[in-house]
C-alpha cells in the first residue's frame, strides 16, 4: 500500500496540521511516511500545502508531481491540483471553497460541506479533522486508534482534552462525505 496526497487550502484552515495528524497516524500505524508542507509568506489568508505520503515500502522522494489523492479546500487550489490527480486517482473537496465544482470522468471525486458541520458544531477548528474523517470513511488505510495517539503525539499537552471532539468531528467526517456522479 502507498497512498500519495495533497492536502491544499487557504493558511488557517489547517491544511498543515491535517498533513501532520496524518503523517504521524502513519507513523503510529508503523508505515514509512513523508510529510512536506509548502506556504507562502503569510500566516492566514495566504495558500498552504502539504504532501504526505504513507506507504508499506520504503519512499524514495517526498517530491511529487501527480498524486493519488488530492484534498482541496479552496478554488485556487482546486485550479491547481485537479490535474495533478493521477487517472483512477480521488479528489475531496469542501464545497464551501469551491466556486466551479470539479469535473473529470477518470477520477472518483467526493464533496463534504464540512465548514458547515464545523459550524454546526460550534467549533471552526474541527474543519480539518471533520476533513480527515472523510478521507479515513472512503479510503480507510489507517485505524482509528492510530489517529487518536497522534492527536496525542501532535497536540500540546494542554490541547488533550480537545482530543475527544476532534475524534467526534473525524466521526462526523465520514457521515458527511458523499460521492458525486
Known sequence: ????????????????????????????????????????????????????????????????????IAIVLNQPSLDKF????????????DGNGIINPPTRGDITIY??????KAAEMHNNKVFNMI????????????????????LYKTLPERHHDLIPLNMKAVEEGKEIIKKCV
Open 1 to 68: 500500500m502507498k497512498k500519495e496526497i495533497i492536502i491544499s487550502g487557504f493558511g488557517g484552515q489547517g491544511v498543515l496540521s491535517m498533513g501532520k495528524i496524518l503523517a504521524y497516524s502513519g507513523l503510529v500505524a508503523g508505515k514509512e511516511v513523508t510529510w512536506m508542507p509548502a506556504y507562502g509568506p503569510e500566516q492566514r489568508g495566504g495558500t498552504a500545502n502539504v504532501t504526505v505520503i504513507i506507504s508499506d515500502e520504503r519512499i524514495s522522494s517526498p517530491v511529487l508531481s501527480s498524486y493519488d
Open 82 to 93: 485537479l490535474p495533478k490527480v493521477k487517472p483512477g486517482g480521488m479528489l475531496i473537496y
Open 111 to 116: 464533496r463534504m460541506d464540512a465548514m458547515e
Open 131 to 150: 476533513v480527515l474523517g472523510g478521507l479515513l470513511r472512503v479510503v480507510p488505510f489507517l485505524p482509528d486508534d492510530a489517529l487518536e495517539r497522534a
